[in-house]
């Protein structure tokens, strides 16, 4: 689905955004600067995570970074080109968001249940902890 997204960002002219920036672009727009902590707990999403996308993000002159209230922080801000695309990232969020309804309404069980069903199955035991159940290692 993300690749599919990326393509709709490229036929109308956006290159080198990804889906997974849409989200904390969007918050960015309407908070100002965060700090990246600050970011992926407005998200609901792990600080790694989120720095390895702000990472992508200045990569891509999404965002720029500055130091924060302390030796230890960074504030995120958009970039103007960032700031330019905020419009057309809500319009598809929300129209990806429509999409979603309308596949769940088409297969018999709703995918954004099944979702939240694996994201409570994997608080309850973790993906490394069930790759690590089930590891073999070859013989020696």
Do not use: C, N
């Not at 109308?12 to 672009?25: C, K, M, N, Q, T």
């Not at 600080?47 to 891509?60: D, N, W």
């Not at 922080?73 to 598809?92: C, G, K, N, Q």
Request: glycine fraction near 4%.
């Amino acid at each position: 689905m993300d690749a599919e997204i990326e393509q709709v960002y490229i036929e109308r002219g956006i290159e080198g955004v990804r889906p997974r920036f849409a989200y904390p672009l969007i918050r960015l727009a309407h908070t100002g600067p965060l700090t990246i902590r600050g970011l992926a707990k407005s998200l609901g999403r792990s600080h790694s995570a989120i720095s390895q996308t702000v990472a992508a993000m200045r990569k891509a002159g999404l965002v720029t970074s500055e130091p924060g209230p302390d030796a230890r922080t960074r504030r995120i801000d958009l970039t103007d080109h960032a700031r330019s695309l905020v419009p057309f990232l809500e319009a598809e969020w929300r129209a990806t968001h429509s999409t979603v309804a309308e596949l769940d309404s088409e297969v018999p069980y709703a995918m954004t249940a099944v979702v939240e069903e694996v994201r409570q199955a994997l608080e309850r035991r973790s993906m490394r902890q069930r790759i690590l159940d089930h590891l073999t290692e070859p013989p020696r």
